[in-house]
Antibody, heavy 118, light 107 residues
Framework: EVQLVESGGGLVQPGRSLRLSCAVF????????VHWVRQAPGKGLEWVSG????????AYADSVKGRFTISRDNAKNSLYLQMNSLRAEDTALYYC???????????WGQGTLVTVSS | DIQMTQSPSSLSASVGDRVTITCRAS??????LGWYQQKPGKAPKRLIY???SLQSGVPSRFSGSGSGTEFTLTISSLQPEDFATYYC?????????FGPGTKVDIK
């Protein structure tokens, strides 16, 4: 069974950093692109960042570019999101999602909540 | 960047109703579009991929159509478990973009 399990969320002050992790199970991690998607409280879905299976392509939303860094460790079946210079508007539930080849996201984690507040 | 719009933003419907949601892209995206259902407190779930292909395990009352810039998600006979928010997602180019969502609730 495919599973993605996020961790690392919490309450953090503006300007500080946080690192999210996503552990994956049930599929060959290094065959697939993986992404982060977030959802602010009561709002819609926002794509944040993605990384290809071989790390050849990494992309970010403009809203996080220069502050967030996506990475993956294929040996550990894990995806990461290093978030620096956090802002109140980064407050959201952060999901990791597996990309199904050319067909969008077929599996999602349950999310980890990041709250940026003083 | 490709902008995605959805209409309506919300709708009220009854069990058994036929429901259609439209998603429009600001430029052509071929059929690189998926539809997602999200219930409160839950992760999104993919219903349709490649604009019109039904995700395995999803009831056949859900269908998708369209190509280029205009897409539709149709629920042929709304069931109680279908009350949720629906999003489209284009994944032809970065940044990937979701539509703003359509909330379907009970009339």
């Amino acid at each position: 069974e495919v599973q993605l399990v996020e961790s690392g969320g919490g309450l953090v002050q503006p300007g500080r950093s946080l690192r999210l992790s996503c552990a994956v199970f049930g599929f060959t991690f290094d065959d697939y692109d993986v992404h982060w998607v977030r959802q602010a409280p009561g709002k819609g879905l926002e794509w944040v960042s993605g990384i290809t299976w071989n790390r050849n392509t990494i992309a970010y939303a403009d809203s996080v570019k220069g502050r967030f860094t996506i990475s993956r460790d294929n040996a550990k079946n894990s995806l990461y999101l290093q978030m620096n210079s956090l802002r109140a508007e980064d407050t959201a539930l952060y999901y990791c999602a597996k990309k199904d080849g050319p067909h969008g996201f077929d599996h999602w984690g349950q999310g980890t909540l990041v709250t940026v507040s003083s | 960047d490709i902008q995605m719009t959805q209409s309506p933003s919300s709708l009220s419907a009854s069990v058994g109703d036929r429901v259609t949601i439209t998603c429009r892209a600001s430029q052509g995206i071929r059929n690189d579009l998926g539809w997602y259902q999200q219930k409160p407190g839950k992760a999104p779930k993919r219903l349709i991929y490649a604009a019109s292909s039904l995700q395995s395990g999803v009831p056949s009352r859900f269908s998708g159509s369209g190509s280029g810039t205009e897409f539709t998600l149709t629920i042929s006979s709304l069931q109680p478990e279908d009350f949720a928010t629906y999003y489209c997602l284009q994944h032809i180019s970065y940044p990937l973009t979701f539509g703003p969502g359509t909330k379907v609730d009970i009339k």
